[in-house]
């Protein structure tokens, strides 16, 4: 049953006035950057003392790390990639899908938020706010009696503070003393990455002086005890590694809810405590619902944590996550993880690509720039060089030991057990949720836009086919050399795709399949010819050049464009290869791939 349908369910008035609720939304905020959570720094009073009137959670997860894709997650209760709107910044929005605010609505509540949306799904106008704006506020209530649900977004943290210039950071001396900062593992150890790390526990005293005010106002309105306060980060952030990228850094943001006391019986948890129950933005929506008093639609991927028929000892047995990362912009990967108690599972589905290729806008900070010169320099130790070279196909972490992710257990054989049941696991998630990013994003776009949800239980079957054949890059090359040969022969343009991105994740070993994959240079659909280039490419058997700018020049697609581009990027800067930007001639708007052509050409604001 779509979603959508499921908002024809009558929804009964309220018998009894139900809790109001508010989210106080840190942008681009994971953990790490919160003294609260055990950094160094990052005091922020007013949320502390929001815990010591509520509840802490030590395991709360964005799902996405990425605003538009989280937030969408946030707003359904759906994962993206099930839904349709799993790319950041969608070049066509997802149907099929609908905030859970319109259920909230329709039972009487006053919705308003101020003022971010970023979503990547369609609304119709009203559907989902009774207002979104600048000045959006619960006392516009029609109704001062009614419940509302208001949220408000604070952009004071944003990555987008942290583009600094160099004379800003030599003139601008932060409160948090540079030289005590403990600098994550993997980042190099330099004046400019100590100033960035200051700069953001900085923020963290703004904002939260930002939501104090906030929390002045439902006082002040006599709100305050009948009002669940929810603060947390939209994802993780925002120094490099961070947002954007589907690491604990990425993923895993603070959570604190304040319990009012009019309304602390649908709670089974003093206040003042922590749990170390995991949950995610899934999880939200179905929260709300349930202290709303109201239903909660089966189409939603997530399970509510507090109201009545939750319990502590329920709660604290949750221990589960689930991420996702695919396009940010103009740069494509394919990241799939699971976090299980203490361990982290990725799957790098695409990890030929580093995690450093080039996205504009995340080169723009100082310390990203850096980074890399450093690397290139050859200047940086094992870790902080991580970043900027081909990932396994999949890893391992013990975040006990390892809260950073540097230390790859994967090839470990005294963790072999553990390897191999994460694994069995994210197969059997991708499955179960019909992942379409087994298709491209153009095939997408074409065919799942109007009900991504349906359109992956219709093509469930095929999915399934795809993700095993992606698997194969999870065994040796004598053992998946025929199964790749015959995905790449076989009348499904799809496998072909998938036939070879596995064999570009084998890299040298899969030197047998060259002939194979030389014929897919003028495959019918261009797709697969740049999988084919990008495997020839990589492994230095043939220029892939002449048949991506081919792709480029040819496609009436803006996503296979980009697609293309990405395969460009990537071969030029971390392959050696050369590619003429002047004989791009477009047959499509540019879009996103004008960022792409800046960089070629020299031209992007770094």
Known sequence: MRFSILLLIVVSPLLSKGPNVVFLVSEDNSIHYLKHYGAEFGSMPNIEKMAEEGLTFNHAFSNAPVCSVARSTLATGILAPRG???????????????????????????CVNNSKTDYNFATAKGEAWNESSRKASWRKRPDKNAPFFYMQSFGTCHESSLHF?????????????????????????????RYTHARYFDRMTVVDAQMGAVLEKLKADGLLEDTFVFYF?????????????????????PLVVRIPENFKHLVDHA????????????????TVLNLAGLSVPEEMDGSAFLGTGTTEKELASRDEAFGYADRFDE????????RKGKWEYVRNYQGFYPDGLQNNYRYRM???????????????NAAQSQFFESRPAEQLFDLSKDPHEVNDLSQSPAHREVLLDMRQRMTAKVKRINDLSFFPESHMVAHALEDGVAFGRKHAQEIGELVDIADLSLISFPKAERQLSASMRSDNPWKRYWGCISATMHGESAKPLVPLAKK???????????????FLGTIKAHDPMPTLLKVVNQSTSSQEVLLAFNAVV??????????DVSKVALKVKAGESVRRIDYLSGKAKL
């Not at 969608?90 to 509540?109: E, I």
């Not at 100082?366 to 940086?380: I, N």
Request: proline content about 5%; hydrophobic content about 35%.
């Open 84 to 110: 349709g709107f799993q790319y950041h910044r969608k070049s066509a929005l997802a149907k099929g899908v609908k905030p859970w605010t319109a259920l909230l609505r329709k039972a009487g509540y006053y």
């Open 570 to 579: 990537y071969l030029r800067d971390f392959c050696g290869y050369a590619f």
């Open 165 to 193: 210039s160099t004379k800003l950071m030599q003139s601008e001396k932060t409160k948090t003393p540079v030289d005590r900062v403990n600098l994550h593992p993997y980042h190099p150890d330099t004046p400019t990455f």
């Open 366 to 380: 100082l310390a990203f720039a850096e980074w890399r010169a450093l690397y290139k320099a050859g200047k940086l």
């Open 331 to 338: 740069k494509y990967d394919l990241v799939r993880t699971i």
């Open 271 to 286: 206040r003042g405590t922590r749990t170390d129950g995991f949950v995610s933005f899934i999880d939200f929506g179905p």
């Open 233 to 253: 980060g939209d994802h993780g952030g925002v120094l490099p590694r961070g947002k954007g990228y589907a690491y604990e850094s990425g993923l895993h943001v």
């Open 520 to 534: 897919l240079l003028e495959d019918k659909n261009l797709m697969v010819r740049v999988r084919a280039a990008e």
